[in-house]
Antibody
Framework: QVQLQESGPTLVKPSGTMSLTCAVSGASINSNDLWPWVRQSPGKGLEWIGEIDRSGTTTYNPSLESRVTISVDQSRNQFSLRLSSVTAADTAVYYC?????????????WGQGTLVTVSS | EIVLTQSPGTLSLSPGERATLSCRASQSFRSKYLAWSQQKPGQAPRLLIYSASSRATGIPDRFSGSGSGTDFTLTISRLEPEDFAVYYCHQYDNSPPNTFGQGTRLEIK
């Protein structure tokens, strides 16, 4: 059974940098799948942040690209998100997920999500 | 960027009725990269349909998807109480970025 679990600080100060890690179990990061981050502001819809493949190649949402870094750690079977210069607008539930190569890159597994609040 | 517009915003129906949810794209894309997901309060989205019309593992056959180009539809043939939730369409063909529709809330009438 594939499981993804987000972890990291849930309270970040304005202008600071948030960091989250997604631990993957039941599947290997070293596969043809893609590993995205998606966020959802309170009461709002879903926003794709970016994604990474096993070689570390990344694609980012142009609206966030200047502030986002996604990285992968194959030895730990996890991938990470860093978002710099955060503001209250970055307060959201952050999800990591898997886009399955076998299913035309559909988002077949999601983490439970973690609420990150930007506040002083 | 492909903008996905879902309609209606809210759909009020009773258990046993048929639900038809629409997703319209601002430009055409390959239907193999269109999916539908269901989200319940406090939960992550759950994949229902991928490649526009293929059901994900464990999804009941009352859920079906159709469409191509710019117009896609999710149909729930007979609503069960557990089907009342928010439904999102999303595309990952023309990327970056992947985009999601704003969601259709399916509520009990």
């Amino acid at each position: 059974q594939v499981q993804l679990q987000e972890s990291g600080p849930t309270l970040v100060k304005p202008s600071g940098t948030m960091s989250l890690t997604c631990a993957v179990s039941g599947a290997s990061i070293n596969s043809n799948d893609l590993w995205p981050w998606v966020r959802q502001s309170p009461g709002k819809g879903l926003e794709w942040i970016g994604e990474i493949d096993r070689s570390g190649t990344t694609t980012y949402n142009p609206s966030l690209e200047s502030r986002v870094t996604i990285s992968v750690d194959q030895s730990r079977n996890q991938f990470s998100l860093r978002l710099s210069s955060v503001t209250a607008a970055d307060t959201a539930v952050y999800y990591c997920a898997r886009k399955s190569y076998n299913w035309n890159y559909a988002y077949d597994y999601w983490g439970q999500g973690t609420l990150v609040t930007v506040s002083s | 960027e492909i903008v996905l517009t879902q309609s209606p915003g809210t759909l009020s129906l009773s258990p046993g009725e048929r639900a038809t949810l629409s997703c319209r794209a601002s430009q055409s894309f390959r239907s193999k990269y269109l999916a539908w997901s269901q989200q319940k309060p406090g939960q992550a989205p759950r994949l229902l349909i991928y490649s526009a019309s293929s059901r994900a593992t464990g999804i009941p056959d009352r859920f079906s998807g159709s469409g191509s180009g710019t117009d896609f539809t999710l149909t729930i043939s007979r609503l069960e109480p557990e089907d009342f939730a928010v439904y999102y369409c999303h595309q990952y063909d023309n990327s970056p970025p992947n985009t999601f529709g704003q969601g259709t809330r399916l509520e009990i009438k």
